[in-house]
């Protein structure tokens, strides 16, 4: 199935851990590449970069230990998207960074932080939609996810893809997997779960990685450390769309009306 304007999408990503050190976890996100059977884009999971949890040591595109990652996804022609903390104005931002043949810039920061996030960091301001050969693309962190019009938004402005870069830490995996597969379904777009795993200064991560369709059933997924890859189908939203419009059939409700039965 394709819609004449986009070619397949080959995305893929990754469940590991970070090894909490910048330049090893570069190390790791170098091997990871080369893992990706020349996926276009390769999502790796929240905080990656240095590892969740504070202190956090803030880098920004331009740091020296990125070039290998730089240099192998530009050799690989795969950009990867990795999670590190950002500078922000007044505290860091827990944000995305791309990183590719086309450069290294900031692409998005969280905009919903959870628990102990709000006094370490800062929320970010504005979402994010990526322009991948035709495909758009919402971007999303974690806690995002939770939120429905996080998504809705993306939907709204095009996108045939979300991505949730997370850290679930032991017991939630339930809601990891329940919030990203209902953006898909309530959207009728593709989702991509990225999420980080092992033992860190933090806690214990639960991890997950995963490509669903917009229906949010699972095309490939994972428990175990490693990368999974899915080609996307150019004319599977648009298919679903049609088949489910929840998307474009909603309408404005107005004020609810309170009646007391007894």
Request: hydrophobic residues 40%; neutral net charge; glycine residues 12%.
């Amino acid at each position: 199935m394709t819609d004449g304007r986009r070619k397949p999408l080959r995305v893929a990503s990754a469940q590991c851990a970070s090894r909490e050190d910048v330049a090893a976890d570069v190390a790791t996100a170098v091997e990871l590449v080369r893992a990706a059977e020349g996926a276009r884009l390769l999502l790796l999971p929240e905080l990656f970069l240095g590892g969740y949890g504070a202190p956090a040591e803030v880098i920004d595109a331009g740091d020296a230990r990125l070039e290998p990652l730089h240099a192998a996804a530009t050799d690989t022609g795969t950009t990867v998207l990795v999670s590190a903390p950002l500078p922000g104005r007044e505290r860091p931002r827990i944000g995305l960074l791309s990183i590719g043949p086309a450069g290294r810039r900031r692409i998005y920061d969280k905009q919903h932080l959870s628990g102990d996030e709000q006094q370490q960091y800062e929320p970010g301001e504005s979402g994010t939609l990526l322009e991948v050969d035709g495909w758009l693309i919402g971007t999303a962190i974690c806690y995002d996810a939770s939120f429905p019009e996080h998504a809705r938004v993306a939907a709204d402005a095009g996108a045939h893809v979300y991505l949730a870069s997370v850290a679930f830490f032991s017991g939630g995996a339930q809601r990891r997997d329940l919030y990203v597969r209902a953006r898909a379904l309530d959207n009728g777009m593709h989702a991509v779960l990225s999420g980080l795993s092992g033992r860190g200064r933090a806690g214990t991560y639960v991890g997950g990685a995963g490509v669903y369709d917009p229906e949010g059933r699972p095309i490939t997924e994972t428990g175990d450390d490693g990368v999974v890859v899915a080609d996307l189908d150019p004319g599977l939203v648009a298919a679903t769309r049609r088949k489910h419009p929840m998307l474009a059939e909603r309408r404005r409700l107005g004020q609810l009306v309170r009646v007391r039965l007894a």
